[in-house]
């Protein structure tokens, strides 16, 4: 599921259009191919709409990290970065949150993803016009799974499709 999940196209999710074929389910299933076919992209459409609610939900603040090392792990790339180290609150009050837990979902880019451009490309796409590709113009963006957060280290898992491929060298 990892790597399905993190070989979405964030832009392509944001269009609304589903990503996969879905089925109308049976009462019975003649066999355990036939159940997983129906139920597996149910599934992957449920994370979607998940994903793409706690985004609009949610305030997802831009962090700035600095890229230590990229590091392969066939078919993913682990990626380490320095985090940002959470403020200290003042005395006698509880430190914040922690900015990443394991297990988050994060967008990676050079630049921040613009909601606003996604909106307007998915728009213009509803009335017919073409939308640029990728809104926002980043030249590298991907779903992230963060498999490691301890203070001032990030570490990201990314699943290395084999047409990019050499966007993550």
């Known amino acids: ?29 003649t066999s355990i191919d036939q159940y997983l076919d129906i139920f597996e992209p149910l599934l992957l459409e449920e994370c979607r709409a998940q994903i793409l609610r706690s985004m609009n939900e949610q305030e997802n603040p831009a962090h700035k990290l600095r890229l230590l090392a990229v590091e392969p792990a066939d078919p993913f790339r682990i990626m380490r970065f320095e985090a940002p180290v959470p403020v200290l609150g003042e005395a006698g009050m509880p430190a914040p949150k922690p900015a990443f837990f394991e297990t988050d979902l994060v967008f990676v880019s050079y630049e921040p993803l613009d909601l606003e451009a996604a909106r307007a ?11 640029e590709a990728g809104a926002g113009g980043q030249e590298f963006h991907a779903l992230a799974l963060v498999s490691g957060a301890q203070q001032g280290k990030l570490q990201l898992k990314l699943y290395v499709r084999t047409d990019c491929i050499s966007l993550y060298i």
């Open 1 to 29: 599921m990892n790597k399905e999940v993190l070989a979405w196209d964030i832009y392509q999710m944001l269009t609304g259009s589903p990503m996969y074929t879905l089925h109308k389910v049976p009462v019975n299933f």
């Open 121 to 131: 490309v998915r728009e213009a796409e509803d009335e017919g016009e073409e939308g």
